[in-house]
T-cell receptor, first 112, second 114 residues
Framework: AQSVAQPEDQVNVAEGNPLTVKCTYS??????LFWYVQYPNRGLQFLLK??????LVKGSYGFEAEFNKSQTSFHLKKPSALVSDSALYFC??????????FGTGTRLQVFP | KAGVTQTPRYLIKTRGQQVTLSCSPI?????VSWYQQTPGQGLQFLFE???????NKGNFPGRFSGRQFSNSRSEMNVSTLELGDSALYLC?????????????FGPGTRLTVT
């Protein structure tokens, strides 16, 4: 069965510092991995995806994620956090069931 | 290009009633997926429609149903509402069947069942 784990309910970081939001997955077959962000009272916005190719994927708003097959991880990163990055972040995986399975979400709080 | 639109944005219903939610995908997108978001269960996949056919289904009871029209617009229906159906219902569209293609989400319909 497919599953996604986001082990941290909340991540706190100071503005200007690097941030990491963790995600691990379990899936049959080759995974398609996604990161989405949700701002208050809004739907989800696509940030980036890994399908194949380079393990480091660059996405919107300066975010990037690294696919690590041996550790089955797909952590989201940004070199320098902004207060406006504060939001709820979801990791998602699609395997051979063609269903997009989301993690429980990680709330990112960036402090000025 | 206009984004995914969902109507209504907010809805209050009484237990036992039924409700229909509507989703208009991005122009040219043929796949529409529905998700339920609750604080306790997170985001859960309901079903996906492509070319008016249900292509995939999550683990929800038969009270949850949907359909897609020839213009790709989709509706979701929940019959015999229960208190636990209170949630944010999100619709997402993609160009083809949601696989390696990213999905674009609407703002959601907030359903409250009393």
């Amino acid at each position: 069965a497919q599953s996604v784990a986001q082990p941290e309910d909340q991540v706190n970081v100071a503005e200007g510092n690097p941030l990491t939001v963790k995600c691990t997955y379990s899936v049959s077959g080759n995974p398609y991995l996604f990161w989405y962000v949700q701002y208050p009272n809004r739907g989800l916005q696509f940030l980036l995806k890994y399908i194949t190719g380079d393990n480091l994927v660059k996405g919107s708003y300066g975010f990037e994620a690294e696919f690590n097959k041996s550790q089955t991880s797909f952590h989201l990163k940004k070199p320098s956090a902004l207060v406006s990055d504060s939001a709820l972040y979801f990791c998602a995986v699609m395997g051979d069931t063609d269903k997009l399975i989301f993690g429980t979400g990680t709330r990112l709080q960036v402090f000025p | 290009k206009a984004g995914v639109t969902q109507t209504p944005r907010y809805l209050i219903k009484t237990r036992g009633q039924q409700v229909t939610l509507s989703c208009s995908p991005i122009s040219g997108h043929r796949s529409v997926s529905w998700y339920q978001q609750t604080p306790g269960q997170g985001l859960q996949f309901l079903f996906e429609y492509f070319s008016e056919t249900q292509r995939n289904k999550g683990n929800f009871p038969g009270r949850f149903s949907g359909r897609q029209f020839s213009n790709s617009r989709s509706e979701m229906n929940v019959s015999t509402l229960e208190l636990g159906d209170s949630a944010l219902y999100l619709c997402a569209s993609s160009y083809v069947l949601a696989s390696s293609y990213e999905q674009y989400f609407g703002p959601g319909t907030r359903l409250t069942v009393t």
